[in-house]
């Protein structure tokens, strides 16, 4: 099974401010098969990328994904205020599909 | 556009069997994609279960493959999740949502709202 560990946990930034997530697997993952999704309180998780850098259908362009192999980065520009929320990356790279932890993105 | 709607019990004692359906609509399951389900217990991340095909071809988490099983009614363009032996451990927000490749592991790019289940007795 392919882990993966997320970094940090909590993120602290005001609007406006550039927040870079990260997703690290403890192996590498095949074609670059990960996912990350967003996910509001009470809410289903809405996917923001997938191919580790292809965006979503209807998501803004100050989400964007990146890397390869072991690790990547999911980063959002400029934060407006309705992307404070948790975020979660997936990799469907193997047969057991696993997902991250999460990073909570706070508003400070 | 494609919408989901998970059903059933919001409450299961431990050793029963966990019953959920997905309604579709806005999209035929027999038009393609898998269908899956995905689960998040309170407070914590989120578990792949398990996906389907409108053929019925099926693919599941080894970790609850034993206990898990997803079938599929083209007729009534829904599909359903049984969970047997259920424990508090089960205890969670179940998803259901479709598969957006051609792998039933791939990502899920429209989800349900979801429905709390809880185990106890």
């Known amino acids: 099974e392919i882990v993966l560990t997320q970094s940090p946990g909590t993120l602290s930034l005001s609007p406006g401010e550039r927040a870079t997530l990260s997703c690290r697997a403890s192996q590498s993952v095949s074609s670059s098969y990960l996912a990350w999704y967003q996910q509001k309180p009470g809410q289903a998780p809405r996917l923001l990328i997938y191919?580790?850098?292809s965006r979503a259908t209807g998501i803004p362009d100050r989400f964007s994904g990146s890397g390869s192999g072991t690790d990547f980065t999911l980063t959002i520009s400029r934060l407006e205020p309705e992307d404070f929320a948790v975020y979660y990356c997936q990799q469907y790279g193997s047969s057991r599909s696993t997902f991250g932890q999460g990073t909570k993105v706070e508003i400070k | 556009q494609v919408q989901l709607q998970e059903s059933g019990p919001g409450l299961v004692k431990p050793s029963e069997t966990l019953s959920l359906t997905c309604a579709v609509s806005?999209?035929?399951?027999?038009?393609?994609?898998?269908w899956g389900w995905i689960r998040q217990p309170p407070g914590k991340g989120l578990e792949w279960i398990g996906s389907i095909y409108h053929s019925g071809s099926t693919y599941y988490n080894p970790s609850l493959k034993s206990r898990v099983t997803i079938s599929v009614d083209t007729s009534k363009n829904q599909f359903s999740l049984k969970l047997s032996s259920v424990t508090a451990a089960d205890t969670a927000v179940y998803y259901c949502a479709r598969v957006g490749g051609a792998i039933p592991y791939y990502y899920m790019d429209v989800w349900g709202k979801g429905t709390t289940v809880t185990v106890s007795s």
């Open positions: 806005g999209y035929s399951i027999s038009s393609g994609y898998y």
């Open positions: 191919g580790a850098s």
